[in-house]
């Protein structure tokens, strides 16, 4: 299945008067083996801080490569927005 990992581009599909996200990468896949009556889960994550990707399946993680992100059991994909910032979290004096 092919789906974009890296900059996943909405510029034309996201309509308003001053878009502000357009840009997205993903960070993480779940993955559904079987049928509709029943089957298995597995999930692929990003770990932003290495910058690795890992497979999680019941008690087992392991790392994947690169290209093993795009799987043609996909079920759900996440992005999150090349542009987000984290606010910043202020103490409250009190």
Same mark, same amino acid.
């Given at each position: 299945? %092919?789906?974009? #990992?890296? @900059?996943?581009? /909405?510029?034309?599909?996201? !309509?308003? +008067?001053?878009?502000?996200?357009?840009? =997205?990468?993903?960070?993480?896949?779940?993955?559904?083996?079987? *049928?509709?009556?029943?089957?298995?889960? *597995?999930?692929?994550?990003?770990?932003?801080?290495?910058?690795?990707? $890992? !497979? =999680?399946?019941?008690?087992?993680?392991? %790392? /994947? !490569?690169?290209? %093993?992100?795009?799987?043609?059991?996909?079920?759900? /994909? =996440? $992005?999150?927005?090349? @542009? $987000?910032? #984290?606010?910043? +979290?202020?103490?409250?004096?009190?």
């Amino acid at each position: 299945m %092919e789906y974009s #990992v890296t @900059d996943l581009n /909405l510029q034309g599909v996201a !309509k308003s +008067v001053e878009p502000r996200y357009t840009h =997205f990468n993903l960070y993480a896949v779940s993955n559904h083996y079987g *049928t509709m009556n029943g089957g298995h889960y *597995t999930a692929y994550c990003r770990n932003v801080e290495y910058d690795r990707w $890992y !497979k =999680f399946d019941d008690c087992n993680v392991m %790392e /994947l !490569k690169g290209r %093993e992100v795009r799987s043609s059991n996909a079920y759900i /994909l =996440f $992005y999150t927005a090349r @542009d $987000y910032q #984290v606010p910043q +979290v202020t103490a409250l004096d009190g």
